[in-house]
């Protein structure tokens, strides 16, 4: 069971990166001025960074619905 829950684990902070991952790179588009000068194309860069931040959430989302008990059987110790 322990090697259950590490995989779930895993995969739980994977997605959690992922997402934090696309935040900061969004903020900074949306914050840093001198990028988005030097950058044609902000507009799809931002809808593309969306676009993972919405895959990891939805993964995220999955994770916990169908192995939730797994999933926070000790997750105590993060």
């Given at each position: 069971?322990?090697n259950?829950y590490q995989k779930i684990?895993?995969?739980?902070?994977?997605?959690?990166a992922e997402i934090?991952?696309?935040?900061?790179?969004?903020?900074?588009?949306?914050?840093n001025?001198v990028?988005?000068a030097?950058?044609?194309?902000?507009?799809?860069?931002?809808?593309?960074?969306?676009?993972?931040?919405?895959d990891s959430?939805d993964?995220?989302?999955?994770?916990?619905r169908?192995?939730?008990t797994?999933?926070?059987?000790d997750?105590?110790?993060s």
């Amino acid at each position: 069971m322990a090697n259950r829950y590490q995989k779930i684990r895993a995969l739980k902070l994977k997605y959690e990166a992922e997402i934090a991952e696309a935040k900061a790179d969004i903020e900074n588009y949306l914050d840093n001025s001198v990028g988005v000068a030097e950058h044609p194309r902000i507009i799809e860069s931002i809808d593309s960074l969306i676009s993972s931040l919405a895959d990891s959430e939805d993964k995220l989302k999955s994770l916990r619905r169908y192995f939730e008990t797994t999933l926070y059987k000790d997750d105590t110790n993060s």
